[in-house]
């Protein structure tokens, strides 16, 4: 069974901190792993999909990466507008679902 | 360009009632998946389904529950005789592409539906 574990269950920093979130995962035979940033109340909003071992990606202050056990999510000089709740899914080749780690609520302090 | 739409925002019902959710896809998209977030729980998929199809269920509840996307209209994910355990917030996502397409970009989720059952 698929399985993602993501770490810390919380992370609290102050703006400009720059800090990483883990995302460690089991999946047999990966399609792709996802980022996901849910606020308060909203549904998910996409962030990255990343599809193999070495693969980057960078949008703003965050940057994923990934290897063949886990995903981390870095995030330089954050500013309290990011602040939320990060997800991450893997979906496997065999089928359509995202099975999704429990999150990570990062709160940035300005 | 609307986002994937769900309604109602918050939903309230007793126990033994009836509950339905309402989903539309983004416009073009033709594929949509169910998700159930319990209260200090992940996200956990409930079913898949394309217009008119149910593509995989095997997330779904045995009983009680059931989901429609039909020709025309709103994906709908109905759920009878509710009971406390079924409070949760319900999201839908849409995809363009299917979930067993090679490079699927992601899907779009909706703001969800809150179901709280008294």
């Known amino acids: 069974e698929d399985q993602v574990t993501q770490s810390p269950e919380a992370l609290r920093l102050q703006e400009g901190e720059s800090s990483s979130l883990n995302c460690s995962y089991t999946v047999s035979g990966l399609r792709g792993l996802f980022w996901y940033r849910q606020d308060p109340g909203k549904g998910p909003e996409f962030v990255f999909t990343?599809?193999?071992a070495g693969e980057e990606k960078e949008k703003e202050r965050l940057k994923a990466t990934l290897t063949k056990k886990e995903s981390f999510l870095h995030i330089t000089a954050p500013k309290p507008e990011d602040s939320a709740t990060y997800l991450c899914a893997v979906q496997a080749e065999s089928n359509y679902k995202l099975t999704f780690g429990k999150g990570t609520l990062l709160t940035v302090n300005p | 360009n609307a986002g994937v739409m769900q309604n109602p925002r918050h939903l309230v019902r007793r126990r033994g009632q009836e509950a339905r959710l309402r989903c539309s896809p983004m416009?073009?998209?033709?594929?949509v998946y169910w998700y159930r977030q319990l209260p200090e729980e992940g996200l956990k998929f409930m079913v898949y389904l394309q217009k008119e199809n149910i593509i995989d269920e095997s997330g779904m509840p045995k009983e009680r529950f059931s989901a429609e996307f039909p020709k025309e209209g709103p994906s709908i994910l109905r759920i009878q005789q509710v009971v406390r355990g079924d409070s949760a917030a319900y999201f839908c996502a849409s995809s363009l592409i299917g979930g067993r397409e090679s490079k699927n970009y992601g899907y779009t989720f909706g703001s969800g539906t809150r179901l709280t059952v008294v």
């Open positions: 990343l599809y193999s």
């Open positions: 416009k073009g998209h033709s594929h």
